[in-house]
């Protein structure tokens, strides 16, 4: 029933491991987003996919990848994660118009 | 680059009292949303403003849009506490969906 579900809600790990949060949406939409939301609750887009082509990559280090198999997915795969990586992340799926994007529950990134 | 700036940040009010949130954005944008979010929960939508004048009311919220003025505004009417959360205006250009800082509310007996 959910319409965009991200897994895993909650993620430790230590510094230097590498890590994979997926998104998946059942909604249709053609286009999906990755943002951070950091300790002020300031939102940062991330990336974009439209149709499965990557639209926005907004200075993000290049550990960071993204991947869309297919439409209705948009995973998120860190390497070598630093301290400054701890954040939730935020999975979002719109359609081109007129609607809002829907976000999933979140991933609370730890990274010890 | 879109830029999209919330005031004030910080906001605490009395229960009844009314106040507005102002949201600016730099470019021009084809759309403006408004969220909430709870304390450790994901973001919900409130409202989409799509056009020039949009105006659009639920309960004690009510957000407007001036695209001439790159001005949002969501104006709360006799706060309720149930209303405490932060409220994040976005724009959005195509695929590049930009937020603001969001403005957190606590409503006060």
């Known amino acids: 029933d959910t319409a965009v579900s991200q897994t895993p809600k909650y993620l430790v790990t230590q510094m230097g491991n590498d890590k994979s949060i997926k998104c998946e949406q059942n909604?249709?939409?053609?286009?999906m987003y990755w943002y951070k939301q950091d300790s002020k609750k300031f939102l940062k887009i991330m990336f974009s996919y439209n149709n499965k082509e990557l639209i926005i990559n907004e200075t993000v280090p290049n550990r960071f990848s993204p991947k869309s198999p297919d439409k209705a997915h948009l995973n998120l795969h860190i390497n070598s994660l630093e301290l400054g990586d701890s954040a939730v992340y935020f999975c979002a799926s719109s359609q081109e118009w007129p609607t809002e994007a829907f976000f999933g529950q979140g991933t609370r990134l730890t990274v010890v | 680059e879109l830029k999209v700036e919330q005031n004030p940040l910080f906001l605490s009010m009395q229960e009844g009292k009314n106040y507005t949130i102002y949201c600016n954005y730099s470019t021009t944008s084809d759309r403006l949303y408004w969220y909430r979010q709870d304390p450790g929960k994901s973001l919900e939508s409130l409202f989409v403003l799509l056009s020039n004048g949009a105006v659009k009311q639920e309960g004690r919220l009510m957000a407007s849009l001036d695209t001439k003025a790159r001005l949002s505004t969501l104006h709360i009417t006799a706060a309720v506490h149930d209303l405490s959360a932060t409220y994040f205006c976005a724009v959005d250009k195509t695929y590049d969906m930009r937020f603001g800082a969001g403005t957190r509310l606590t409503v006060k007996p």
């Open positions: 909604l249709g939409h053609d286009t």
